[in-house]
């Protein structure tokens, strides 16, 4: 199983980026993926998460309304579109497989993550 998180980087205050995730090793249509962040001396935090058909999405507070979560799954890649980024977006991005929810522990399979650093 292989998740390999890319796109990070160092952008200004209310510029864009976007992540994405390649899967390979395991039936990436039948899971639901999500992203998570980890900031420098915090635990980790659910940011969005998307469900097998794509059909449904769910945001943390922090990022609705700015971060697209989306997925091909012809192509077995999850991607993330975050728009107007703020200094606390800052952190380690993962991608993850696994069920329904925000908790990190319903999640087994993880990326090895990529940073984004927003500069104010």
């Known amino acids: 199983v292989q998740l390999q998180a890319s796109g990070g980087g160092l952008v200004q205050a209310g510029g864009s980026l976007r992540l994405s995730c390649a899967a390979s090793?395991?039936?990436?249509?039948?899971?639901?993926i999500g992203w998570f962040r980890q900031a420098p001396g915090k635990e980790r935090e659910f940011v969005a998460s998307i469900i097998w058909s794509g059909s449904k999405t769910y945001y943390s507070n922090s990022v609705k309304g700015r971060f697209t979560i989306s997925r091909d799954n012809a192509r077995n890649v999850l991607y993330l579109q975050m728009n107007s980024l703020k200094p606390e977006d800052t952190a380690v991005y993962y991608c993850?497989?696994?069920?329904?929810?925000?908790?990190?522990?319903?999640?087994?399979?993880w990326g090895q993550g990529t940073l984004v650093t927003v500069s104010s």
């Open positions: 090793g395991f039936n990436f249509d039948e899971y639901v």
């Open positions: 993850a497989a696994g069920s329904v929810g925000y908790d990190v522990r319903a999640y087994g399979y």
